[in-house]
């Protein structure tokens, strides 16, 4: 959260005990409901910072996936 600029709300997020992976699964509802955030413009670009999260976590997934295809590949067929 500090390097999206929302230093205070990290702080807040730890104190709650919301690591990486709760993080990912909260819903823009949980930012006001679960954790008080309660300006909606301050929600919105929370919401936006975690998107970009969820992308990053896919794009890393899928580099990932790639390299067990041919890792596997490579053990059972000999080639990429």
């Known amino acids: 959260m500090e ?27 949980d930012l006001e409901d679960e954790l008080d955030v309660k300006g909606r413009k301050e929600r919105k670009a929370i919401w ?9 976590q896919k794009s890393e ?3 990932v996936d790639e390299k067990k295809k ?3 590949s490579t053990v059972l067929w000999g080639k990429k």
Not at 21 to 29: K, M, P, R, V, Y
Not at 48 to 56: G, H, N, S, V
Request: hydrophobic letters at 45%.
């Open 3 to 29: 390097t999206e600029g929302f230093e205070t709300w990290g702080e807040v997020f730890e104190g709650r005990l919301v690591d990486g992976s709760l993080l990912l699964g909260l819903s823009f509802e």
């Open 61 to 63: 997934s899928d580099v």
């Open 48 to 56: 936006k910072a975690i998107e970009r999260l969820r992308q990053f």
């Open 70 to 72: 041919g890792f596997f």
